[in-house]
């Protein structure tokens, strides 16, 4: 038997959906501006600025059509049919949509029961190993594990059971994130799978740190995001990173036709932005506070030049803007240290791991909401006039 002393309240979030598309109107979304500073994510496509937290709804759907349309092509939404079965550990999808069908796997361990559904990280995986892990971060917490192998749904070699169901020239990102949203659909309708679908977290790390923010920037349905060393493509500024790719005189940085072309990760004529950083309508800021105001910890590893340090650094600072607009910043959380592998955890970044599980996937107690780079490796400046030119509203 359970007690109302047990039930976690929900994430904030407006309402239990992928996203709110459908109720927003999208105007002209522009292919190109003269902005060397980063632009104002308050700025709503019309010309004015938002000025109350009801507006944030469809601003963010606003965001992500830009992004649909300029960087990762289109997520697919309301398939007609999604079902899910489980086997043992492994967990078959299956998704129907314009006559046509197809099944992907994710495997779920550590489950709950129907009367006693558990919280679940979806940990993004490629079938090498333990890249994108949070090591034994997440050791002792009782949460399910669902393991999300990218591959299963658009192998960066190309093809791949999403693109058996669309051909719209998307990238393997966005395909990832639709994925993930169509398991989050079965889960929902399958309360025999044990998981307790209103706290998932999702994290993943360098390409799939790209994936975890994209999934977690287009379903608002992820309790908790965490891209860990996401670099360019992810919480790392396009503007930033170029400026000091020409400070340095080489490609220090990943830069934007680099990543444009890696991996199949965006769509085709996104690469056409390189060296044009200043004419994008958005940076990477802006990505991310698609994820507020529900929780994020953005974690990054300092030293690692080809991931950003500076313009991931910098990345973090601009984004707590829009948490504070909301008044939430203690969903946020930046950290970034040196010293360590790629993908390694560090013992350092544990407790902040912990924390933010405990609390928006197991509704404990524990303080989240700082920006933390003290054991950086060399001291990064942000100057906020330099890059900023708007003010921060506080939206009502």
């Known amino acids: 038997s359970s007690s109302e002393e047990e039930v976690i309240p929900p994430t904030p979030g407006n309402d239990f959906v992928e996203d709110h598309r459908s109720e927003c109107q999208i105007g002209n979304i522009p292919t190109s501006v003269n902005n060397a500073k980063l632009p104002d994510p308050f700025m709503g496509l019309d010309g004015k600025r938002i000025s109350s937290k009801a507006d944030w709804k469809c601003r963010r759907e606003e965001i992500g059509a830009m992004y649909e349309k300029l960087m990762f092509g289109e997520k697919p939404r309301n398939p007609e049919k999604v079902e899910g079965k489980k086997s043992g550990n492994k ?21 709950g029961t129907k009367d006693k559904p558990k919280p679940a990280l979806i940990g993004l995986d490629q079938g090498f190993g333990s890249c994108g892990s949070l090591g034994s971060s997440t050791n002792g917490l009782d949460i399910a594990m669902i393991t999300f192998n990218t591959n299963n749904v658009a192998p960066e070699s190309g093809g791949g059971k999403f693109f058996q169901l669309y051909n719209g020239g998307q990238g393997t990102i966005i395909a990832w994130a639709w994925g993930v949203s169509r398991l989050i659909d079965a889960l929902e309708k399958d309360p025999d799978a044990g998981i ?25 349905r992820i309790a908790l995001t965490i891209p860990q060393e996401s670099g360019s493509g992810g919480a790392s500024l396009w503007r930033v990173g170029a400026q000091v790719n020409k400070q340095k005189g080489k490609q220090f940085v990943q830069g934007l036709a680099s990543a444009g072309t890696e ?25 991310v506070s698609m994820v507020a105001p529900r929780a994020l910890l953005i974690i990054d590893n300092a030293g690692q030049e ?14 707590l803007e829009t948490y504070k607009a909301l008044g939430v910043t203690e969903n946020y959380t930046y950290s970034q240290e040196g ?13 902040e791991v912990k924390d933010f599980m405990n609390k928006f996937l197991l509704g404990k107690d524990a303080k989240t909401g700082k920006i933390d780079y003290s054991k950086n490796t060399q001291t990064i400046n942000f100057k906020k006039s330099e890059w900023i030119d708007w003010e921060t509203p506080t939206l009502n």
């Not at 967990?91 to 992907?104: E, H, R």
């Not at 080809?306 to 984004?319: D, F, R, T």
């Open 91 to 111: 967990y078959t999808v299956t998704v129907t949509d314009k006559g046509k069908s197809a099944s992907f796997d994710a495997t779920i361990n550590s489950a």
């Open 196 to 220: 307790d679908v209103k706290h998932l977290a999702v994290s993943g790390c360098s390409r799939l740190g790209k994936a975890a923010l994209a999934i977690g920037a287009f379903d608002e």
């Open 263 to 287: 991996g199949k990760w965006m769509i085709s004529s996104f690469k056409n932005y390189d060296g044009k950083e200043n004419t994008l309508p958005f940076d990477q800021h802006m990505l």
């Open 306 to 319: 080809w991931l950003g340090e500076v313009p991931s650094n910098y990345c973090g600072q601009a984004s």
């Open 339 to 351: 010293g360590h592998g790629h993908c390694q955890l560090p013992n350092g970044q544990f407790d």
